[in-house]
């Protein structure tokens, strides 16, 4: 299969060339950018709190008390293109929470006070996703696919053009991040290798570019890598960030070979910014704060050492808070910050003659997206051998279990021939939510992460993904109950007649999906696959409880237990299935004599299956349509719930 297809009318050429030509309006968001033109960010004034409680919840007055916490304090500075930007400074000291700010990511977004400004333009709400590109610290890859596809893929749903545009596009960008080497190595996983984490670290960063940003924010981008390669990483972004971008990362603390790579450098402490400006410029300021930089010594941890609280004890603490309250008065009296606010004020004025550069935005409708990411999803999933293996075969393994165990049905009620039937029906009603549940458990949370980065760099909703999975499981839940069917029904010699059979197995289809799709709806709302694992197996329990009526029948429950049945898949499934294998079956009894029915201790008292069934789920036959419809009625029904689920997901995600 070619992951590259037709995704609409317009070429990708043609969308680059007329997004460039209209001329720009501030508030029309939709507007273009001017090729080429110099772009400038200015952050203002930025202010972010949010209320914590003070204690855990087992402190319980501490829990309820509540204090309020300055994250980010008035920050400002200024950045144009073509500048390569570190933000520097200790853990914790609010570089992330900087950078989400200045993205729009923030969790309380009503809590950031102050404004961020491109070309002049004050950005609204929700123009931040269509400007910023934004690399987070982990890499959210697909492990199955090549670095090519990954951004095959990630074009076709970012932009809108002809294969062969969008083709064109990819090489271009790997041939910028020097991927091409690599553009048919699979990324790989935990569990075999791929390509290296700087190369990860590179494909990230591509997938950002397909959408020509002119401002792209990475967080953390060299955690985790060698310091060879994390200079590679740093030399990278600064070429980029020298092709008329701006590039704004953070770092804990560089090499000082880097020191020359940084045009602009931030320094954080207690979500203040003691320090930004040149490189050269850095040096003189804390020159001229007494702190000079010896020879051999690396700027970059001499100045975060100097500007860093140190919290081992009351004196330090105090005494090297002031320290870097002094720094920071005096930057706010440097000519060096008296240059970022000219500069902020005249960018300020620029607002008449420039645009906001927004990225490339023309993207493929729902019903486009959605077809990609099936065929993305199908890609990464058909190549994982033990992925496919484990799902085709985990439900013919428990048939096998299931048939050596009985062996073969017979026709004696003295010799198991009711129970034995309705032990295989409550194992296979009861049994398949199970592999349905452990196929989502396993392979979803991956997908979730890619749909949660994707989302949140606007390029499809979280629950296009889901409808996406959702769509691929169809075809292997048929094949994998097929084979539990096929192999139980006529081994076992149950009912013998194929619409029987066929009722069987349209059946357990069922119960199979469900057991899937509940764990997707609950993936939606609770982030551990561990708990998920838990609440399903319990309410499959419960479920198989109160519906089946094999534990006890509807009748003898009290009466919200009843009502309750009424909301299981089981109740229907089970009866549709006792109708097919009860009714017109007969009994013969070979030793035992035909007795009274009012004495049910000897089995051999009737000799048809529809007495029994008369017996147990009476008026089932008549309700037997109603109850196959009921059945196949849970599954619309649970997608619209998971299609919720997600868009819960959003809130609660915006929330944390
Ligand atoms: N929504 C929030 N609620 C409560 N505290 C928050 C929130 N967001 C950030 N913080 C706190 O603000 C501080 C700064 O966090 P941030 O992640 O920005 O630091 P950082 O400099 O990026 O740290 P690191 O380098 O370790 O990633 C941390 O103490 C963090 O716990």
């Given at each position: 299969?070619?992951?590259?297809?037709?995704s609409?009318?317009?070429?990708?050429e043609?969308?680059?060339?007329?997004?460039?030509?209209e001329?720009?309006d501030?508030?029309?968001?939709?507007?273009?950018d001017?090729?080429?033109?110099?772009?400038?960010?200015?952050?203002?004034?930025?202010?972010?709190?949010?209320?914590?409680?003070?204690?855990p919840w087992?402190?319980?007055?501490a829990?309820?008390?509540k204090?309020?916490?300055?994250?980010?304090k008035?920050?400002?500075?200024?950045?144009?293109?073509?500048q390569?930007?570190?933000?520097?400074?200790?853990?914790?000291?609010?570089?992330?929470?900087l950078l989400?700010a200045?993205?729009g990511?923030?969790?309380?977004q009503?809590?950031?006070?102050?404004?961020v400004?491109?070309?002049?333009?004050?950005?609204?709400?929700?123009?931040?996703?269509?400007?910023f590109?934004?690399v987070l610290?982990?890499?959210?890859?697909?492990?199955y696919?090549?670095?090519?596809?990954t951004?095959?893929?990630?074009?076709?749903?970012?932009?809108?053009?002809?294969s062969?545009?969008?083709?064109?596009?990819v090489?271009?960008?790997?041939?910028?991040?020097?991927?091409?080497h690599?553009?048919?190595?699979?990324?790989?996983?935990?569990?075999f290798?791929?390509?290296?984490?700087?190369?990860?670290?590179?494909?990230?960063?591509?997938?950002q570019l397909?959408?020509?940003?002119?401002?792209?924010?990475l967080?953390e981008?060299?955690?985790?890598?060698?310091?060879?390669?994390?200079?590679?990483?740093?030399?990278?972004?600064?070429?980029?960030?020298?092709?008329?971008?701006?590039?704004i990362?953070t770092?804990?603390?560089?090499?000082?070979?880097?020191?020359?790579?940084?045009d602009?450098?931030?320094?954080?402490?207690?979500?203040?910014?003691?320090f930004?400006?040149?490189?050269?410029?850095?040096?003189?300021?804390?020159?001229?704060?007494?702190?000079?930089?010896p020879e051999?010594?690396?700027?970059f941890?001499?100045?975060?050492?100097?500007?860093?609280v140190?919290?081992?004890?009351k004196e330090?603490?105090?005494?090297?808070?002031?320290?870097?309250?002094?720094?920071?008065?005096?930057?706010?009296?440097s000519?060096?910050?008296?240059?970022?606010?000219?500069?902020?004020?005249?960018?300020?004025?620029?607002?008449?003659s420039?645009s906001?550069?927004?990225k490339?935005?023309?993207?493929?409708?729902?019903?486009?997206?959605?077809?990609?990411?099936?065929?993305?999803?199908?890609?990464?999933?058909?190549?994982?051998?033990?992925?496919i293996?484990?799902?085709?075969?985990?439900?013919?393994?428990?048939?096998?279990f299931?048939?050596f165990?009985?062996m073969k049905?017979?026709?004696?009620?003295?010799?198991?021939?009711?129970?034995?039937?309705?032990?295989?029906?409550?194992?296979?009603?009861?049994?398949?939510?199970y592999?349905?549940?452990?196929?989502?458990?396993?392979?979803?949370?991956s997908?979730?992460?890619?749909?949660?980065q994707?989302?949140?760099?606007?390029?499809y909703?979280?629950?296009?993904?889901?409808?996406?999975?959702?769509i691929h499981?169809?075809?292997?839940?048929?094949?994998?109950?097929?084979?539990?069917?096929?192999f139980?029904?006529?081994?076992?010699?149950?009912?013998?007649?194929?619409?029987?059979?066929?009722?069987f197995?349209?059946?357990?289809?069922?119960?199979?999906?469900?057991?899937e799709?509940?764990?997707?709806?609950?993936l939606?709302?609770?982030?551990?696959?561990?708990?998920?694992?838990?609440a399903?197996?319990?309410?499959?329990?419960?479920?198989?409880?109160?519906?089946?009526?094999?534990?006890?029948?509807?009748?003898d429950?009290?009466?919200?237990?009843?009502?309750?049945?009424?909301?299981?898949?089981?109740?229907?499934?089970?009866?549709?299935?006792?109708?097919?294998?009860?009714?017109?079956?007969?009994?013969?009894?070979?030793?035992?004599?035909?007795?009274?029915?009012?004495?049910?201790?000897?089995?051999?008292?009737?000799?048809?299956?529809?007495?029994?069934?008369?017996?147990?789920?009476?008026?089932?036959?008549?309700?037997?349509?109603?109850?196959?419809?009921m059945?196949?009625?849970?599954?619309?029904?649970?997608?619209?719930?998971?299609?919720?689920?997600?868009?819960?997901?959003?809130?609660?995600i915006?929330?944390h």
């Amino acid at each position: 299969m070619n992951c590259l297809e037709e995704s609409g009318g317009v070429t990708a050429e043609e969308e680059f060339r007329h997004s460039r030509t209209e001329p720009y309006d501030c508030q029309k968001s939709n507007s273009p950018d001017k090729a080429g033109a110099t772009c400038t960010i200015c952050v203002n004034h930025l202010n972010y709190t949010v209320s914590e409680k003070v204690g855990p919840w087992w402190d319980v007055q501490a829990y309820h008390t509540k204090w309020t916490r300055h994250i980010l304090k008035d920050v400002s500075f200024y950045v144009e293109s073509g500048q390569l930007m570190g933000i520097l400074g200790n853990s914790g000291s609010g570089k992330t929470t900087l950078l989400d700010a200045i993205a729009g990511r923030l969790s309380k977004q009503a809590n950031l006070l102050g404004d961020v400004y491109v070309n002049g333009c004050k950005l609204r709400k929700e123009e931040f996703h269509d400007c910023f590109s934004y690399v987070l610290q982990s890499d959210n890859l697909l492990s199955y696919l090549t670095v090519e596809e990954t951004l095959i893929y990630t074009a076709l749903l970012a932009l809108r053009g002809h294969s062969n545009a969008i083709k064109r596009k990819v090489q271009s960008v790997m041939l910028e991040l020097s991927l091409s080497h690599v553009a048919n190595h699979v990324i790989g996983g935990r569990i075999f290798r791929g390509i290296s984490g700087g190369e990860r670290r590179r494909v990230s960063i591509a997938a950002q570019l397909l959408q020509d940003p002119k401002v792209i924010l990475l967080d953390e981008p060299t955690t985790g890598l060698d310091s060879m390669t994390s200079n590679q990483i740093i030399q990278l972004l600064s070429e980029l960030a020298h092709k008329n971008r701006i590039v704004i990362l953070t770092i804990h603390q560089p090499r000082s070979e880097l020191f020359k790579l940084f045009d602009r450098i931030g320094i954080m402490t207690c979500g203040e910014l003691v320090f930004c400006g040149g490189s050269e410029e850095m040096v003189e300021f804390f020159s001229s704060c007494g702190y000079q930089c010896p020879e051999y010594c690396n700027p970059f941890d001499l100045y975060v050492d100097l500007t860093s609280v140190d919290t081992r004890s009351k004196e330090r603490e105090i005494e090297t808070y002031s320290r870097v309250q002094e720094i920071s008065f005096s930057y706010q009296k440097s000519k060096i910050f008296n240059n970022v606010l000219e500069n902020i004020e005249a960018a300020k004025r620029q607002k008449e003659s420039s645009s906001i550069p927004f990225k490339s935005r023309a993207s493929p409708n729902t019903a486009a997206k959605l077809w990609i990411l099936i065929r993305r999803i199908v890609r990464n999933l058909s190549r994982n051998k033990t992925g496919i293996i484990m799902r085709l075969s985990q439900n013919l393994l428990y048939g096998l279990f299931v048939v050596f165990f009985l062996m073969k049905l017979n026709s004696d009620p003295e010799k198991g021939a009711v129970q034995d039937r309705i032990g295989i029906i409550y194992q296979s009603i009861g049994a398949s939510p199970y592999t349905g549940m452990l196929n989502a458990v396993a392979l979803y949370p991956s997908l979730r992460a890619v749909g949660d980065q994707e989302s949140s760099d606007g390029l499809y909703p979280k629950w296009l993904m889901l409808v996406a999975y959702i769509i691929h499981i169809i075809p292997f839940s048929v094949v994998s109950v097929a084979f539990y069917s096929f192999f139980v029904y006529w081994t076992l010699g149950m009912f013998p007649m194929w619409e029987r059979f066929g009722c069987f197995f349209a059946v357990l289809i069922v119960p199979h999906l469900v057991g899937e799709l509940l764990t997707l709806i609950l993936l939606g709302v609770v982030q551990n696959p561990n708990i998920v694992n838990s609440a399903v197996a319990l309410i499959n329990v419960a479920g198989i409880l109160l519906g089946s009526g094999f534990l006890r029948s509807a009748e003898d429950m009290p009466e919200p237990f009843r009502w309750l049945s009424y909301l299981t898949f089981q109740k229907y499934g089970v009866e549709v299935l006792m109708v097919n294998e009860f009714y017109g079956l007969n009994f013969t009894c070979v030793n035992g004599e035909q007795s009274s029915p009012n004495n049910t201790n000897i089995p051999c008292w009737f000799t048809r299956g529809i007495q029994y069934l008369d017996s147990t789920y009476p008026g089932a036959p008549s309700r037997f349509v109603f109850d196959f419809l009921m059945l196949y009625a849970f599954l619309p029904a649970l997608v619209i719930l998971g299609i919720i689920s997600f868009k819960v997901r959003d809130l609660i995600i915006q929330r944390h």
